[in-house]
């Protein structure tokens, strides 16, 4: 029974987002959608940091380990979209240990399909139960290990993505996933931000702008 209501909860979750996706790309952000390339006005985007505890109560990384990543994010954003990243609510830090105890299972998550198939499972839940903030603001959550890569994001289907040790110290990978939750996809070449492995620079093209800068976590106030 808890099975087909974890289901029935993921789809209704993704349900709507995709309709609060939708409204924003065509409706209140429609001037981002055809123009974002001209990087104006400048916006804002708010993004939290949760790092897990793991099975002995030890956060697996520490907030300081964050601030290459976070001040790598900062500047590529300002640069490529003119868009600021912000601490979700101004007067906390934007990383910081998650108190509540994860489960083994969501401290040891999939990447890419599997993540998809985890969504619809208490994986999901745990996720989606524990954000910032909805809609709105991007959660990460610090795991301990995501199976074959080191960042994982379902792009504008959830309002998180995930980073395991390697992923939270490398200096690009953070950007990375959040421009997947703005609905980026992987692309070539290298030097691009979307590139798929460490190697990645951090320039972008000019429609990739566009859809960073309509998406729902990318707002005017
Ligand atoms: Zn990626």
Known sequence: ?????NG?????????????E???????????????FLNWPEKKLRVK??????????????????ITAIEYAKRSFKKNFNTRLLPHKSSQQIAEVLQRKAPYKVLYTKGS???????????GRFFASNLSGLFYPITVFVVLDIDHASGCSLGPL???????????????????????ACGLWHVRPKS???WRSFSRGDEVMWWQKNIFRSSRHVTYW
């Open 1 to 5: 029974m808890e099975k087909i209501w």
């Open 8 to 20: 029935i909860k993921a789809i209704t979750r993704i349900t709507t987002r995709i309709i609060v």
């Open 22 to 36: 939708s409204f924003h790309r065509l409706v209140i952000n429609i001037f981002d959608t055809l123009f974002g």
């Open 49 to 66: 940091i949760f790092i897990l505890q793991d099975l002995q109560a030890r956060p697996v990384v520490s907030p300081g380990d964050l």
């Open 113 to 123: 399909i599997g993540a998809l198939a985890e969504e619809f499972r208490m994986t």
């Open 158 to 180: 959830t309002d998180y993505a995930t980073l395991d040790p390697d992923g939270a110290k490398n200096a690009s990978t953070l950007a990375h996933e959040i421009a997947h």
């Open 192 to 194: 691009n931000l979307l």
